[in-house]
């Protein structure tokens, strides 16, 4: 069976009712190729290749290049193709809605079965399992369904949702036919075709990327084994095993097997290769990937491949497909930049090279464009390829290729270049091309040049109009200006001649969409520009300015006219509406007025339901006025008249050719216009697809539209007609892809035959306007004309090309020229200016020389020279203004150098705390020195505030501290039954204080109630405290904490331990090291080594501060002692002693240190030394010097301090000598004595001084000494934890699983304790209820037998009632599984059959009597009260039954729940028995470090034969205070254990004696437990509840509701006598009326009977007369049929008895007797249930007659 192409093949869609022909259009050829679209490849033959082409299937022949063409069938595009195995058929995936996959026979091509329903609108892939008789499909958004088909039985086997994003492929498993596999968005899913016992059901697994990163999964292989081995988008293999990645290939030092996504994988004969993006096929070793395995914690394993083929730097492979012969290694392969390759893949070495069999655009054509006088079309990309096509004969022509893509292209007109050979591209850097075509062979050959194509370009000019990416090109009508536009908001105007001359340009509101000039018809040459922003500008053409004397090209005096377009689509939905309204109203005001008229023509009055109007449904608000925000995107315009012009938009304004007009107001800004159309045209269809390029043919009697779905429209308009009046019918047809496939640009050739499109799919289609016998002869023309080459061709030179991306476009380069040219006048005036002041300078110093040589009487003062001082003013401002300037300039330096500073300083002194710091003894060679402490790096800080945490530690003491914990009640619940209680008593105590009764029963029913409300305040004060008492006693297996833990530290301290060097040692908790803990206390280390070097720092700065001070003191006392000696004689003076200064090694901070005059210094060693050495000395030496410098300066102030204080006081002048007196002699001796003490005591001072210090030094330098042993040994521990802290990370990842696996098995462990005991304790409240139902039905059974009383005689029949199984209405829940309603309704029937098998039973039961009717003599109240007691009963049972099959499922739970506890706790032990063999595992490697212990000799006690021996590798190094303590320990052992003795023997004799005492109060409590119930049955004569009878009390309510029912009682007993008269009346009229019926019966049943007689006689007479009276029988069937239709309504009466006798039986309530005759209801059943009876009877009794007959 084959079905008809013609009929299924979607054709052009034309208006109805028009003349259009439906051939208007012929598809000539497709030049594109849609190479971004997945798997776009695929082999039919050895010579045919087939592709997808927007909505046509392309069958090329690889050998001549023909194409054949398959249209879409549902003008929606095609998804996706696919091959069948055996190359006779292929499959056809469409989209649209709801569409089909068609399968066409090869090579009729002939549909061959249709498979419908398999997704909503799009497919995506599809493909055949490998013999052929299954397909797969993949839906596209929004459902992502897989179908299976049997495709040629058209017929869907599985279905099922692949997905929630997009998914890219899906295949068959070759080797294992039920496994499927699906890819895509960061997915992929394996698939299993399962048999259960509902059917063949599709089952599928999610695989799980774990540690590896989410990606997209393009390709991928089944292996026979079932793994699956998939891409990645990094270029590494993932090989899948069970929906998890068992490994990560990639090749050596972590190199990627592909450098990018591995798009296609292939296993042919037992080879993988793979393709990538990077243009590389590589092929792997199939056995290493399919044993392949991680061999560490990385996941990854090394490969290297096998062999390689690296097609192109420029290639970008996607897909794959082998020839279609077996034995071949051809494959042909699909390339994403847009070429199809042959491959020859048998890696030997008679393999071929790949060969680019074809070659497209690749992605959008972003311009295409036709010559003016020849079949020639020309297109450009962003793949930066420019191409030029023969339409005529279907082919390309020529190939080049930029460095950058294009965005625009203008063929010129024929005005500007006379053979139409003159192209003029547009480029992504804002370059312009001028490219001039011409034909080889007319050039060459006259010069013998023999190798040359069809067509070549030549680059005729080339210039930078624009700074971003050129988006326009148009020229003038008369060709004598070139406009250019692009997205910098630019256009650009060029003179048009043998060199193109820039005029200038504008700037627009926004970026250039196109650009467009006015045609001949209008008067003035206008420019339209469109910028794709909604705003509009015209500009009239510009003079041509050849003077060029600017310095800008910005045009300054042209006139730019605005029109921004402000939206209307959301007013015109507003008065659509109105206007619908109206007219709804319109059309119903008429519909009155003609039912009017109507009433009025029959001569009546209009009802008023004729006069009213029909009612209106409530109106909804109008549509509100909506302005898009962005501003919908311009798609395309053109001129209509001068001044006027139509615009089509996207977005929400689309659906309208828009007509607009420039306003004749031009003075509002451009960025704040809102400019509205003047009129509109509504576009059929276009809401969502809106019109994106407009042209027209030559006669402007055609208008093609490309629209924005990829379709393609041709509108027929009349001649002339720019208001578009005649735009209403159209032709219209899909050719690009619905999707993507925008089309870009459509245009008609220059004779009007041809119609050539392209779109952003890649597809470039041409069509023909001719008929196709027309297009015939027009195609014998062979091809295309070429234009021939200008004269002089060969002798021009070639143009200069611009390269260069970041060249100056031409504003910035004439903006540069003219800056030069400024700065060059500027030098210039400079120099001259320069050479001014210096001939000035000259004169005025030669003018100061004179002067100065002149007397000082005629010298002119210096201030006599000046002119004007304001002159020398006006100077020093300039001067301090360049200053300023200089600083200014200077300041980015400035800012470097300081910053430089700054991080030199950050990373070597500022990090430093304490520098080394030498104090030197006065008297001794003694010095000490600070230590050089760097301050604790930002690691350290956040290490030490993170505060040490051990997760694993904590949830083992948290599972010992669940597990010693006994259970305890929670103290909530009676919390919360406390503050539930308390409003309860409140409410009772605040009751209404109205009340009906009496004032003493009020009273004393107020007294009863405090009285019981006391008595209940007590009890439950009691039962509290009972609570509390209960709770504080503890369970029975509860132990002491405190022994808990003794027991628990003993255990773990006691006995022969093994050291840590054993096999077997089993590690502590709390010994367990982790890599957080050692850096814990290496944190801590580092920390108390830092506090120790940082006190010790602090003490020698001490000291050097104590020197500082020492030494200006003694300085202090040597001026003293020189005071001193100069009033002593030279002989009786002490040599003074000498004080050293400050070294530089003990104040080292002053290297840092400088001034100005230290940077001048600086600056004029360093040119010193430059002028010596010429630089070649490093710095470090000049430095030294300075400071050497410094130091010297620094002495020599000294020197000349001391010079100035000797010198300070002024000489006396010299007197004569005279001898002095004995007094003053005297006083001279007393002087000198007490001088002489003075220096000695001052001598003795500094002595004892430097003294003091040099024994503090040397004191603290011992104990510096001490500290240095110290920290000597941290630094060793130091050491060791660091190693230690390395090897504990090498352990860290394996720690850390182990230690999650843990963790979560505690966890989880946790939680099935928990939900165990929630179960526990809701299966406990269960059985209570349970217990609770159970006596109430028993309750309910006892309420039944005292109902009854003793020997009733109805007993026996109302147990049957009541006992008795009805049938009743269940209310089902509703579920979505169809089994499970098949189930209930299958277990429903079986209950109504059991049912109806008990109503049968127990209507046989009771003796033969009715059980739904109360029978003679029974009392109707008991009956009722039977059937209410029944329902209670059967309510009680099934909730009885529903609470214990929620009971049993509880249990199961339960049973589950410990079952699945004990897996976890094995599971659990198993983890801590992997952890504890990993914690063995780490201690023997931690023992292998070595560590350093120095000791002395007399701490080693390690003697063999009384001498230390040579090795020590076997002794154990351990602390003394340890030892000692353990020692100690014993000592206190043994008494604690004395002691523990005493007190389990003073335990011994407080138990007995407590039992004693047990014994003798339980012997109390049953001997008062006795007497109390004695009490109460002389008291009460039975046992009751005494804490209920505390707190009864009188209930207001209920002794206001017996009062009113007594005063009711009264009324009702009156009533109720009226009402008894009444009946009394009714039952003697119902028994007359029963009497008189009951007469009518009997004597209609003797007539019955004699009737029977009179047949049978007739009977018999009739076979004796025969036919002679037959006429007489025609009365006799008159009386028979007026018989048959009483007993009819007889049956009907019973049948109504029936049904009430029914309700009867089942709802156990009375049925009101009829309004006229209200009759008791137990007198009214057995007088109508004889009815039926009789009425049977008579039915019977009619049968019989009727077979007689």
């Known amino acids: 069976m084959y079905y008809d192409y013609e009929e299924l093949y979607s054709r052009p869609v034309t208006t109805a009712d028009s003349d259009i022909p439906e051939n208007l259009l012929h598809l000539s050829h497709s030049f594109g190729y849609d190479c971004g679209r997945r798997a776009n490849l695929q082999v039919l033959d050895e010579h045919t290749l087939a592709y997808v082409a927007g909505n046509l299937l392309v069958l090329l022949d690889m050998k001549t290049k023909e194409q054949r063409y398959l249209r879409s069938c549902s003008g929606g595009g095609i998804g996706t193709i696919m091959s069948h195995p055996s190359k006779g058929y292929f499959a056809v995936a ?69 997905f929630s994003q997009d998914v890219y492929r899906v295949t068959f498993s070759t080797d294992n036919p039920g496994q499927l596999t699906t890819s895509g968005s960061g997915h992929i899913k394996f698939w299993k075709m399962a048999n259960t016992f509902t059917g063949l059901k599709l089952q599928g697994q999610l695989g799980r990327f774990g540690r590896t990163a989410l990606t997209d999964i393009e390709g991928y292989v089944e292996l026979p084994d079932g793994k699956v081995l998939s891409g990645s988008e990094w270029g590494n293999m993932l090989l899948w095993d069970g929906g998890l990645i068992k490994v990560e290939i990639c090749r050596r030092e972590g190199r990627t097997c592909h450098a990018g996504t591995i798009q296609h994988f292939s296993l042919d004969e037992g080879e993988l290769l793979t393709i990538g993006t990077d243009g590389a096929i590589r092929s792997w070793d199939f056995e290493s990937i399919d044993q392949a395995d991680c061999t560490d914690d990385s996941g990854q394993m090394e490969l290297e491949p096998m062999n390689e083929m690296v097609i192109g730097r420029n290639v970008s492979l996607v897909s794959m497909v082998k020839s279609s012969s077996p034995e071949s290694p051809i494959w042909f392969a699909q390339d994403s930049n847009g070429s199809i390759w ?108 023999s190798n040359y194509g069809e067509l070549e370009l030549r680059l005729q000019q080339a210039f930078k109009p624009h700074s971003a990416p050129v988006t326009a090109i148009a020229y003038e009508r008369n060709g004598e200006i070139m406009a250019t536009g692009s997205a910098d908001c630019t256009v650009f105007f060029f003179t048009v001649g043998a060199s193109y001359e820039p005029i200038g340009f504008v700037n627009v509101p926004g970026p250039v969409q196109s650009l467009e000039w006015s045609p001949q018809s209008h008067e003035r040459s206008t420019l339209l520009i469109l910028c794709n922003d909604g705003h509009v500008a015209e500009v009239d053409a510009p003079e041509q300015d050849t003077d060029n004397v600017r310095s800008t090209y910005l045009l300054q005096g042209l006139e730019v006219r605005h029109f921004c377009f402000s939206s209307i689509k959301s007013s015109l939905k507003r008065d659509a509406e109105i206007a619908r309204r109206q007219a709804l109203k319109q059309k119903r005001l008429k519909e009155r007025d003609a039912r009017v008229k109507k009433a009025e023509d029959q001569d009546r009055q209009p009802t008023e339901e004729e006069q009213r109007l029909e009612e209106e449904e409530e109106e909804e608000e109008l549509p509100p006025i909506y302005i898009p925000s962005p501003p919908s995107p311009l798609l395309c315009g053109f001129y209509s008249q001068p001044g006027s012009f139509w615009l089509s938009f996207g977005g929400y304004d689309s659906g309208y050719l828009y007509h607009c007009k420039f306003s004749e107001e031009q003075t509002e800004d451009p960025e704040n216009r809102k400019d509205k159309p003047c009129t509109f045209i509504p576009v059929q269809d276009a809401d969502e697809d809106p019109i994106r390029t407009v042209a027209f043919n030559s006669s402007r009697q055609l208008m093609l539209c490309g629209m924005h779905s990829g379709r393609i429209r041709v509108y027929p308009l009349e001649s002339g007609d720019h208001q578009l009046t005649s735009m209403q019918a159209f032709w219209s047809l899909s050719i690009h892809d619905n999707q993507y496939g925008h089309v870009q640009q459509v245009r008609c050739s220059y004779d009007d035959q041809f119609v050539l499109t392209t779109g952003q799919d890649g597809n470039i289609f041409s069509f023909s306007l001719l008929p196709q016998e027309e297009l015939q002869e027009a195609l014998k023309r062979i091809k295309a004309k070429v234009p021939s080459p200008r004269i002089g061709l060969e002798a021009d030179a070639a143009a200069p090309d611009i390269d260069d991306p970041t060249a100056y476009s031409i504003e910035t380069a004439k903006q540069k020229v003219e800056l030069d040219r400024m700065r060059c006048e500027a030098e210039q005036r400079k120099a001259e200016r320069r050479k001014k002041l210096a001939e000035l300078q000259g004169n005025f110093e030669h003018l100061l020389e004179q002067n100065n040589n002149l007397p000082a009487n005629v010298r002119l003062h210096r201030v006599e020279l000046e002119l ?105 619940d009676q919390e919360e039954l406390e503050a539930d209680g308390a409003p309860v008593r409140q409410v009772r105590a605040a009751q209404p204080g109205a009340s009906k009764l009496a004032g003493r029963q009020a009273e004393k029913l107020r007294k009863a109630a405090e009285k019981a409300e006391k008595a209940r305040a007590k009890i439950e004060k009691r039962k509290k405290e009972w609570a509390e008492l209960y709770e504080s006693k503890p369970s029975e297996d509860c132990e002491d904490p405190e022994d808990v833990q003794a027991i628990r530290s003993a255990t773990e301290n006691m006995g022969d331990f093994k050291l840590k060097t054993a096999k077997d040692f089993s590690v502590p908790e709390h010994l367990r090291m982790n890599a957080e803990k050692k850096r814990n206390q290496l944190v801590t280390l580092e920390e108390r080594i830092y506090n120790q070097k940082t006190e010790m720092n602090t003490r020698v700065m001490d000291l050097r501060d104590t020197k500082v001070e020492l030494l200006a003191s003694l300085h202090s006392q040597l001026r003293r002692l020189q005071d001193v000696q100069e009033r002593l004689p030279p002989s009786l003076r002490h040599p003074p002693p000498s004080l050293p200064s400050l070294l530089p090694e003990e104040t080292p901070e002053k290297k840092l240190r400088y001034t100005r005059a230290t940077l001048r210094r600086y600056n004029a060693l360093l040119k010193a030394r430059q002028s010596r050495h010429g630089g070649e000395e490093g710095e470090d030496d000049l430095l030294a010097e300075l400071e050497m410098e410094g130091q010297d300066e620094e002495e020599e102030e000294r020197g000349e301090e001391k010079s100035t204080k000797g010198s300070g006081s002024p000489e006396k002048p010299a007197e004569v000598e005279q001898e002095p007196t004995e007094l003053e002699e005297e006083m001279r001796r007393l002087e000198e004595i007490r001088n002489l003490d003075l220096q000695d005591r001052l001598l003795q001072e500094i002595d004892e001084a430097v003294w003091h210090f040099d024994a503090e030094l040397c004191l603290l330098r011992h104990e510096k000494l001490t500290l240095d042993i110290q920290m000597k040994l941290a630094d060793l521990h130091h050491v060791t934890l660091f190693q230690e802290l390395l090897l504990l990370k090498e352990f860290e990842k394996r720690e850390n699983t182990l230690q999650g696996r843990l963790n979560a098995s505690m966890k989880e462990e946790d939680e099935l ?99 739904r009717v109360c029978p003679p003599n029974c009392d109707p109240e008991l009956f009722e009260n039977t059937l209410q007691l029944r329902e209670r009963r059967l309510d009680l049972e099934e909730l009885l039954a529903e609470e214990k099959k929620m009971a049993d499922g509880l249990k199961k739970d339960c049973d589950g729940l410990a079952k699945k506890a004990k897996i976890v706790q094995s599971t659990l032990k198993a983890a801590e028995g992997d952890l504890e063999l990993f914690n063995r595992e780490k201690q023997q490697k931690l023992n292998e470090l070595d560590v350093v212990v120095p000791l002395r000799l007399h701490q080693i006690e390690f003697l063999v034969n009384g001498t230390v021996p040579r090795r020590l590798g076997s002794a154990l190094v351990l602390n003394t205070a340890a030892l000692i303590r353990v020692q100690g320990r014993i000592r206190e052992l043994q008494q604690e254990k004395s002691q523990q003795r005493e007190l389990y023997r003073h335990a011994r004799q407080q138990h007995v004696t407590l039992l004693h005492e047990h014994r003798d109060m339980e012997a109390n409590i049953q001997e008062l437990e006795s007497r109390c119930e004695h009490l109460m049955l002389i008291k009460f004569g039975k046992l009751v509840d005494l804490e209920a009878l505390q707190t009864l009390s009188g209930n207001r309510s209920l002794e206001e509701m017996r009062q009113e029912s007594r005063i009711r009682e009264v009324d009702y007993t009156q009533e109720l006598k009226a009402w008894e008269a009444k009946l009394c009346k009714a039952r003697e009229v119902l028994m007359e009326a029963t009497r008189q019926h009951t007469d009518r019966l009997r004597c209609m049943n003797s007539l019955l009977c004699e009737q029977r007689e009179l047949e049978d006689k007739l009977n018999s007479r009739q076979k004796k007369m025969g036919a002679q009276f037959l006429s007489g029988r025609r009365a006799d069937v008159e009386s028979l049929r007026r018989l048959q239709e009483l007993v009819e309504s007889q049956a009907h009466e019973a049948a109504f008895m029936r049904q009430e006798i029914s309700m009867l039986s089942h709802k156990g309530g009375h049925i009101l007797p009829p309004p006229q005759s209200p009759l008791p209801p137990q007198s009214s059943v057995p007088k109508r249930s004889t009815l039926p009876h009789r009425t049977t009877r008579q039915i019977r009794v009619h049968t019989r007659l009727s077979s007689n007959q």
């Open 94 to 162: 469409e989209k649209g809605h709801q569409p089909n996959i068609i399968i066409y026979e090869y090579p009729s091509l002939r549909p061959y079965r249709i498979l419908r329903g398999g997704t909503e609108q799009a497919y995506s892939f599809v493909d055949f399992n490998r013999d052929g008789t299954l397909l797969a499909s993949i839906g596209s958004a929004p459902d992502y369904m897989l179908t299976l088909w049997t495709w040629r039985q058209e017929q869907v086997i599985l279905k099922s949702k692949a």
């Open 342 to 449: 042959k491959l020859d893949l048998s890696f030997s070495n008679m393999t071929h090279d790949p060969e680019c069999l074809f070659s497209f655009h690749a992605g959008v054509i972003q311009a295409m464009d036709v010559s003016g006088n020849s079949h020639l079309m020309a297109t450009i990309a962003l793949d930066r390829s420019l191409r030029i096509f023969d339409f005529l004969s279907n082919k390309e022509i020529f190939t080049t290729r930029y460095k950058q893509g294009g965005t625009a292209l203008t063929w010129a007109p024929s005005i500007v270049h006379r053979a139409s050979g003159l192209l003029a591209v547009g480029f992504m850097d804002g370059v312009v091309r001028l490219m001039e075509i011409y034909n080889p062979k007319k050039l060459y050959g006259m010069s013998g040049v």
């Open 1313 to 1411: 304790v928990a939900k165990l005991e929630e179960f526990k304790k809701q299966l406990e409240l269960k059985r209570r209820d349970i217990n609770k139902l159970q006596e109430r039905e028993r309750a309910n059974a006892a309420t039944f037998q005292a109902s009854l009383g003793d020997n009733h005689k109805f007993a026996e029949f109302l147990t049957c009632v009541f006992k008795k199984k009805i049938k009743r209405v269940k209310k089902k829940e509703k579920t979505g599984d169809v089994e499970e309603d098949e189930a209930s309704s299958e277990n429903s029937d079986e209950e109504s059959d059991w049912d109806d098998d008990e109503d049968d039973e127990g209507s046989e039961g009771g003796g033969g009597l009715d059980v």
């Open 868 to 972: 004007d001082p304001r002159f020398r003013e006006e100077t020093e401002r300039m001067t301090a203004q360049r200053v300023r300037e200089a600083r200014r300039e200077l300041a980015w330096e400035e800012e470097r150098h300081r910053i430089g500073l700054k991080k030199l300083q950050e990373r070597f002194w500022d990090s430093l705390v304490s520098e080394t710091v030498t104090v030197v003894a006065f008297r001794s060679e003694c010095r000490i020195s600070t230590y050089r402490l760097l301050a604790l790096s930002d690691r350290f800080q956040l290490a030490k505030r993170q505060t040490p945490t051990n997760r694993w530690l904590g949830l083992q003491e948290r599972r010992r501290s669940i597990a010693d914990s006994g259970k305890s009640p929670d103290p909530d």
